[in-house]
């Protein structure tokens, strides 16, 4: 079985890196459970834009912190065919793999796919934290499955509930290795 597996808000806390750097730039603070959707906005700003700009600067990339759980479940998963997808953008790339390669040396194969384009990796799951991307993925073919990593901005009304039989919900990185297993065993 090959595995993809997104980096932001399932191996990089973005989100909590993203909220930092907005307190220190615009003096408002904001908790991660505050944030209840993607395209998430304060005074007008879409969290989306600033990432993407604060993801330019390869020092702001290179201090992210990994979400908890997830080193020790990649490690578990060395020997399977598990590979990183992402949609960050190419100019992102050399620091993101310098990250990679840091906090997750085993994660050696790694794909660009825009959002909601994550059915075009070739995967036969996807572990993600964006309700869209899982979606897309699992409607592509019904062998297909998908993890959504639950974060307070995962739902976005895609509908995902509808697709019960191929999606599987997780908080955590113990609950994914949970369903890897489980699939695996079908
Ligand atoms: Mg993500």
């Known amino acids: 079985m090959r595995i993809a597996v997104d980096i932001d808000g399932v191996l990089a806390d973005q989100i909590g890196s993203a909220l930092q750097r907005i307190e220190k730039e615009y003096g408002q603070r904001y908790h991660r459970s505050e944030v209840t959707r993607a395209h998430w906005t304060f005074d007008g700003r879409d969290i989306w ?6 993801l330019k600067d390869p020092e702001y990339v290179m201090a992210i912190p990994v979400i908890e759980g997830s080193q020790a479940a990649v490690q578990k998963l060395a020997g399977r065919d598990v590979h990183v997808a992402t949609a960050r953008r190419p100019e992102t790339e050399k620091s993101t793999k310098q990250w990679l390669s840091r906090h997750f040396p085993d994660l050696k194969e790694y794909h660009h796919a825009r959002t909601g384009a994550k059915h075009a990796v070739l ?38 509930e509808n697709y019960s039989d191929q999606v599987y919900f997780c908080k955590d990185w113990p609950s994914v290795l949970k369903v890897i297993d489980e699939i695996e065993a079908i």
Do not use: A, M, Y
């Not at 834009?49 to 604060?54: G, K, Y």
């Not at 799951?125 to 639950?150: A, C, K």
């Open 49 to 54: 834009t600033e990432i993407s700009r604060l």
């Open 123 to 160: 995967s036969d799951l996807l572990i993600d934290d964006f309700d869209l991307n899982i979606v897309g993925f699992v409607e592509s073919s019904p062998h297909r499955r998908g993890v959504l990593f639950q974060q307070p901005w995962s739902i976005n009304d895609t509908g995902i």
